[in-house]
């Protein structure tokens, strides 16, 4: 069982980070992917049907997988010893996969009117939009504990 609170020391702070949300994101989206697939084909000729979530969420598996692999293997260990020279450009780097996996939120949300459920939708539906709902929730406190709490502890202040 991981903690509920992030600790404050940066290298403690990585390896909650890789336990909570990493092994989290890792464990739900395999599953949102099938729920949307399933919910895809099943309601293909429903209006509010989200069509290519299922495509958008498999697109999403690559990119954060690749996202916290060069978390795990680059960034993360160089805080834990305490920073390294040039430390500010794996973290610029990390940043731009951050808005660019937020405008995939966006799109989320978009295929989905903001999460909202059609009239009469199924328990498939249902439960992907309380799937994406969770998702969606641990991947923004995910990214707003590295950009607003542990990047700028190894950013020089002019440089953020």
């Keep these: 069982m991981t903690q509920s609170v992030p600790p404050t020391d ?8 890789e336990a909570r949300y990493h092994a989290r994101h890792r464990e ?12 895809e084909q099943v309601h293909a000729d429903a209006l509010a049907v989200p069509a290519g979530l299922s495509a958008l969420l498999a697109h999403l598996i690559g990119a954060l997988e690749v996202h916290m ?10 805080i834990r010893r305490g ?11 990390m940043r731009a ?12 949300r978009a295929l989905t009117t903001d999460l909202t459920l ?5 328990r498939k539906w249902t439960a992907l939009y309380q799937g ?7 991947f923004e406190a995910h990214v707003a504990l590295e950009n607003d709490v542990l990047f700028p502890q190894f950013e020089p202040a002019a440089g953020r």
Excluded: S, W
């Excluded at 920073?83 to 780097?93: F, K, L, R």
């Excluded at 937020?102 to 799109?107: F, K, Q, V, Y």
């Excluded at 059609?118 to 199924?122: F, N, S």
């Design 132 to 138: 994406l709902a969770e998702f969606i929730g641990d």
């Design 83 to 93: 920073g390294m020279p040039g430390i500010e450009n794996p973290i610029a780097v």
């Design 28 to 39: 739900q989206l395999p599953g949102l992917v099938a729920l949307a697939a399933k919910v």
């Design 69 to 78: 692999k060069k978390e795990e293997l680059i960034l993360f260990p160089a």
């Design 118 to 122: 059609p009239e009469g939708a199924c």
């Design 97 to 108: 996969d951050h808005d660019d996996h937020g405008a995939e939120m966006e799109r989320i």
């Design 10 to 17: 940066p290298g403690e702070m990585t390896t909650y980070i």
